[in-house]
């Protein structure tokens, strides 16, 4: 298959990692015999120094016009001073809400070589970290209006029934498809929007009888995540929950390194990324850990391009590499070998199809 990825390498530690990455599905397309086509897209800080503007047109139409987007990361002190609607998150803002990807689905899963690299207590980590959290990513108040006025901030946090429901109805099929329990995270106690919520995800309940639908309050669920995560199996929540939350679940599995994201919405067409940030006080060092993009792009063969046997050569691939002691600092333990960024997509690369 010849497929055409838009690459967006970013900021920080971004180039780095989206190399590595590369050099994995470029080992991929030549082991099954797919072509895979990388256009660059300039996003983040670099297009701000570039153009001016986080994420000019041209830039999201090459996204649009993709099969599908790999993204580094975005961001860095160099550009806090610029005002909000030009900051190189709002490139990353517009590009999802361009794509229309409202579905962002993050894993929480332990990888049984790491569990000593949870803060979590032993008996907690035994119990197994497994969950997946559905974050609704193009709505909320990420999206509502943001303003200042004279010693008055105000952001505004909006949904309507549709934007629930189609978020609703992924977090219901993400869960038929594992333990079939799903999790609706809010704060229905506070906020109308999350009583809205509630009502919306109870309705859907009735359309999918297999799944057991459960409530829980936002800081309550910060609290379980920590206390006893595998009760989890698929946990839904809003924009800025997901937000949080997603780093904690992340947090409790070793390393942020390590945890990759899909985003996607009505077509296949899908945004791809690690769900860590740019580091920009790492950069260009050669030690930052590229497994969060190679299992993003592992996610994008899966989910955007129906190539289930090569997204299985990914995981397996690093899991080898786990397996062979090698880590990068963030996860880095006694008696292990300690390589640095490149080296650790080499490492994987050589360890697809084996
Ligand atoms: C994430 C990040 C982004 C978000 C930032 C960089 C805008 O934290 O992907 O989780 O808040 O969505
Ligand atoms: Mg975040």
Not at 180 to 196: A, G, P, W
Not at 210 to 223: F, I, K, P, Q, Y
Not at 304 to 326: P, Q
Request: net charge negative; with cysteine; proline share 4%.
């Amino acid at each position: 298959m010849t497929k055409n990825i838009a690459v967006i390498r970013g900021d920080g530690i971004g180039p780095e990692i989206v190399g590595e990455a590369l050099k994995v599905l470029d080992k991929v397309a030549e082991l099954y015999g797919h072509t895979f086509n990388y256009t660059d897209v300039d996003m983040g800080g670099c297009a701000i120094d570039k153009y001016g503007d986080p994420l000019p047109e041209s830039e999201l139409k090459k996204c649009i016009e993709s099969d599908s987007v790999l993204l580094g990361a975005v961001g860095g002190d160099k550009w806090n001073d610029v005002p909000g609607h030009m900051r190189p998150e709002k490139g990353l803002l517009r590009l999802r809400a361009g794509m229309g990807v409202y579905s962002n689905n993050r894993p929480a899963k332990i990888w049984k070589q790491l569990s000593a690299a949870s803060p979590l207590k032993k008996s907690i980590v035994d119990e197994g970290i497994d969950f997946i959290i559905v974050r609704e990513l193009i709505g909320g108040i990420y999206f509502g209006e943001h303003k200042t006025e004279g010693d008055t901030a105000i952001d505004i946090l909006k949904y309507n029934e549709a934007e629930i429901e189609r978020i609703g109805r992924i977090g219901f099929e993400t869960a038929q498809k594992r333990n079939k329990k799903l999790c609706s995270v809010e704060k229905s106690n506070v906020l109308d929007s999350s009583r809205l919520w509630k009502k919306v995800m109870h309705k859907l309940a009735e359309e999918y009888p297999d799944v057991e639908l459960s409530d829980m309050l936002v800081d309550n669920c910060a609290m379980q995540i920590v206390k006893n995560p595998s009760q989890f199996d698929v946990i839904v929540t809003e924009n800025m929950f997901g937000d949080i939350l997603s780093d904690e679940a992340s947090m409790i599995t070793g390393s942020i390194g390590m945890i990759p994201s899909s985003s996607l919405g009505a077509t296949s067409c899908g945004l791809y990324e690690p769900i860590h940030g740019s580091a920009p006080d790492i950069a260009g060092k050669d030690i930052a850990n590229p497994i969060g993009t190679i299992l993003s792009a592992a996610m994008m063969l899966r989910f955007s391009f129906d190539m289930a046997k090569e997204a299985d050569a990914i995981e397996n691939a690093v899991s080898a590499y786990l397996d062979a002691g090698y880590r990068t600092g963030d996860i880095m333990s006694e008696g292990m070998i300690k390589v640095g960024c490149k080296q650790c997509g080499e490492l994987i690369a050589e360890r697809i199809g084996i």
